[in-house]
């Protein structure tokens, strides 16, 4: 591509992206819902088990990934996330392969060593905690990494991800108490990425306030709602909300509307939804009507994206399934006995 094509922008609202981290964004959102359609594939052809992922989300979700300081420490963001979040990994450089082993269960799977659920990361080398299956525990031990970056000094913040019916949880509001304790404010950015379900309710019949940051209003905790489906928007919020964390060391809030695209998970079908939007059409209209980008480059990312996970899958299946007698591994602390009989602990992959 020519590079004066690079230098130019693409606008959205008022606001502005270079074309070419809108391609890099592109790219990410298709890499990562062509994994998450292959794995919903996997779980209804016997390859895996239950799906449950982000499709839907992967405008937001990329632009969060590519602007969180990665590593691993105090002075680097961690990352308190939830099961729809694969886009922020793969935007921080996780392969998709790692999404086909969580799916296949292998041994091989870094995350969970095949223990654990699809969409359940945890990277200890990114400050990623483990993802839980039950919602909004994530909540309450942000200020807990919070407080020790504050602690510690630096920029670092604790992101914290979850749904919007999840914020019925009391977590969210004790995420809102230990944030903003008087002289003790915490750096902790609270995302709420609202498809407007949970599960089968829909938000409309649960919330009384108009916006959910508007609960935050009382703690005083600063909030902005942005078009999750939108990835330039969600691209400056995101970076004004963490920059705003990273220079108060305080709390704030940020409502992404999403869409759900293939319903809650596997349990109720992983059937295309046809009546929301999809954030990767509309971005690629939006690229294609600027003109500043041809149809072929869009079909590569395509193509590339579905050779990428295809290879993964043929690779997975052919590792290893976990040994029964590993099934505590890594679950508590070297016991004494590890210490005389010391496991293998470097032979999988971390
Ligand atoms: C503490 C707890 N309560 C209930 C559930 C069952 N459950 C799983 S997902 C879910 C809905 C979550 O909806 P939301 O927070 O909006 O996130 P979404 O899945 O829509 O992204 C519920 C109720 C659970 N896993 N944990």
């Given at each position: 591509m020519p590079t004066e094509l690079l230098a130019a922008e693409l606008i959205s609202g008022r606001e502005a992206l270079s074309v070419d981290r809108c391609l890099e964004l592109l790219r990410i959102m298709i890499r990562a819902r062509v994994m998450e359609e292959r794995l919903i594939k996997m779980s209804k052809s016997g390859q895996g088990h239950f799906w449950i992922g982000g499709p839907g989300e992967e405008a937001f979700n990329a632009a969060l990934g590519l602007q969180v300081r990665k590593g691993q420490g105090p002075l680097y963001d961690y990352l308190h996330l939830h099961y729809r979040n694969s886009a922020t990994l793969i935007a921080m450089g996780m392969p998709l392969i790692e999404g086909v082993r969580q799916m296949a269960m292998?041994?091989?799977?870094?995350?969970s060593l095949g223990r654990n659920f699809i969409s359940h990361w945890a990277k200890a080398e990114w400050n990623v905690i483990p993802v839980t299956s039950?919602?909004?525990?994530q909540y309450v031990m942000a200020p807990g990494t919070a407080l020790v970056q504050k602690r510690a000094g630096g920029e670092g913040v604790s992101i914290v991800v979850g749904g919007d019916a999840g914020t019925a949880e009391g977590d969210f509001a004790s995420c809102m108490i230990w944030s903003t304790r008087p002289g003790n404010e915490l750096p902790v950015l609270m995302v709420v990425t609202n498809n407007s379900y949970g599960i089968s309710t829909p938000a409309c019949s649960q919330h009384a306030e108009k916006h959910i940051i508007d609960r935050g209003k009382a703690f005083g905790i600063r909030g902005e709602v942005v078009d999750g489906n939108d990835p330039i928007a969600s691209w400056h919020a995101i970076s004004r909300a963490l920059q705003y964390c990273r220079n108060t060391r305080r709390p704030f809030m940020l409502e992404a509307h999403v869409s759900r695209l293939y319903g809650h998970s596997s349990s109720s079908g992983a059937l295309r939804v046809?009546?929301?939007?999809c954030c990767i059409e509309q971005f690629e209209k939006k690229l294609l009507d600027s003109g500043l980008v041809e149809t072929a480059v869009i079909e590569q990312l395509h193509d590339d994206a579905l050779a990428e996970i295809e290879q993964a899958v043929e690779q997975v299946m052919k590792e290893p399934m976990p040994r029964?007698?590993?099934?505590?591994?890594?679950?508590?602390?070297?016991s004494e006995v590890d210490a005389v009989y010391p496991h293998d602990y470097t032979g999988l992959p971390r």
């Amino acid at each position: 591509m020519p590079t004066e094509l690079l230098a130019a922008e693409l606008i959205s609202g008022r606001e502005a992206l270079s074309v070419d981290r809108c391609l890099e964004l592109l790219r990410i959102m298709i890499r990562a819902r062509v994994m998450e359609e292959r794995l919903i594939k996997m779980s209804k052809s016997g390859q895996g088990h239950f799906w449950i992922g982000g499709p839907g989300e992967e405008a937001f979700n990329a632009a969060l990934g590519l602007q969180v300081r990665k590593g691993q420490g105090p002075l680097y963001d961690y990352l308190h996330l939830h099961y729809r979040n694969s886009a922020t990994l793969i935007a921080m450089g996780m392969p998709l392969i790692e999404g086909v082993r969580q799916m296949a269960m292998t041994a091989t799977d870094t995350h969970s060593l095949g223990r654990n659920f699809i969409s359940h990361w945890a990277k200890a080398e990114w400050n990623v905690i483990p993802v839980t299956s039950v919602i909004e525990v994530q909540y309450v031990m942000a200020p807990g990494t919070a407080l020790v970056q504050k602690r510690a000094g630096g920029e670092g913040v604790s992101i914290v991800v979850g749904g919007d019916a999840g914020t019925a949880e009391g977590d969210f509001a004790s995420c809102m108490i230990w944030s903003t304790r008087p002289g003790n404010e915490l750096p902790v950015l609270m995302v709420v990425t609202n498809n407007s379900y949970g599960i089968s309710t829909p938000a409309c019949s649960q919330h009384a306030e108009k916006h959910i940051i508007d609960r935050g209003k009382a703690f005083g905790i600063r909030g902005e709602v942005v078009d999750g489906n939108d990835p330039i928007a969600s691209w400056h919020a995101i970076s004004r909300a963490l920059q705003y964390c990273r220079n108060t060391r305080r709390p704030f809030m940020l409502e992404a509307h999403v869409s759900r695209l293939y319903g809650h998970s596997s349990s109720s079908g992983a059937l295309r939804v046809k009546n929301e939007v999809c954030c990767i059409e509309q971005f690629e209209k939006k690229l294609l009507d600027s003109g500043l980008v041809e149809t072929a480059v869009i079909e590569q990312l395509h193509d590339d994206a579905l050779a990428e996970i295809e290879q993964a899958v043929e690779q997975v299946m052919k590792e290893p399934m976990p040994r029964p007698e590993d099934v505590e591994k890594y679950t508590y602390a070297p016991s004494e006995v590890d210490a005389v009989y010391p496991h293998d602990y470097t032979g999988l992959p971390r």
